[in-house]
């Protein structure tokens, strides 16, 4: 079965950083593209951030580009969100997701149960 | 960027009615629409992509619609496990974009 598993959310104060993990199993990491997607509290989904397959791109959204890094680890099947210079803006609940199609982008298929980050002083 | 814009942003429903709700995009997108469905605590579900195809397990009460600039989805027949918020999502390139959401409410 398909899994992903969100960690690394917590209270993290203005201007710090935080850095999420995504940890999957079930399919074969490396065959495919990968999002973040996040959803501030009572608001509805934004997409952060896109990997291709083999890390060799990467795309944000206009919100986050500059601050936020997005990466992978196909040998340890494992997705990375680096956010750096947070705002309270921020704050949300942060989703893996995973394409559905292999190689390509795609509608998201199976996501992660989220990782809440909470931006405050 | 391809914009997109869902309507309504509230529906109000009984069980049994056939709901449709439409997406679109500020340019043709072809067929690269996802619909999603999310419930309160839950990560959002694929139920359609490529704007008409039925993801594996949902049911056949859920139809997807469209292609170019405007998109519908459509529950045939409301049922009360369906009353949740619905997103539209375009793909047509790696930076995806969602719709605002549609909230499905009990009439």
């Known amino acids: 079965q398909v899994h992903l598993v969100e960690s690394g959310g917590g209270v993290v104060q203005p201007g710090r950083s935080l850095r999420l993990s995504c940890e999957v199993s079930g399919f074969t990491f490396r065959k495919y593209v990968m999002h973040w997607v996040r959803q501030a509290p009572g608001k509805g989904l934004e997409w952060v951030a896109v990997i291709e397959y083999d890390g060799t791109k990467t795309f944000y959204a206009d919100s986050v580009r500059g601050r936020f890094t997005i990466s992978r680890d196909n040998s340890m099947n494992m997705l990375y969100l680096q956010m750096n210079s947070l705002r309270v803006e921020d704050t949300a609940i942060y989703f893996c997701?995973?394409?559905?199609?292999?190689?390509?982008?795609?509608?998201?298929?199976?996501w992660g149960q989220g990782t809440l980050v909470t931006v405050s002083s | 960027d391809v914009q997109m814009t869902q309507s309504p942003s509230t529906l109000s429903a009984s069980v049994g009615d056939r709901v449709t709700i439409t997406c679109r995009a500020s340019q043709s997108i072809s067929d690269y629409l996802a619909w999603y469905q999310q419930k309160p605590g839950k990560a959002p579900k694929l139920l359609i992509y490529?704007?008409?195809n039925l993801e594996i397990g949902v049911p056949s009460r859920f139809s997807g619609s469209g292609s170019g600039t405007e998109f519908t989805l459509t529950i045939s027949s409301l049922q009360p496990d369906d009353f949740a918020i619905y997103y539209c999502q375009r793909y047509n390139s790696y930076s995806v974009m969602f719709g605002q959401g549609t909230r499905v409410e009990i009439k």
């Open positions: 997701a995973r394409v559905g199609f292999e190689y390509t982008s795609s509608s998201l298929d199976f």
């Open positions: 490529h704007a008409s």
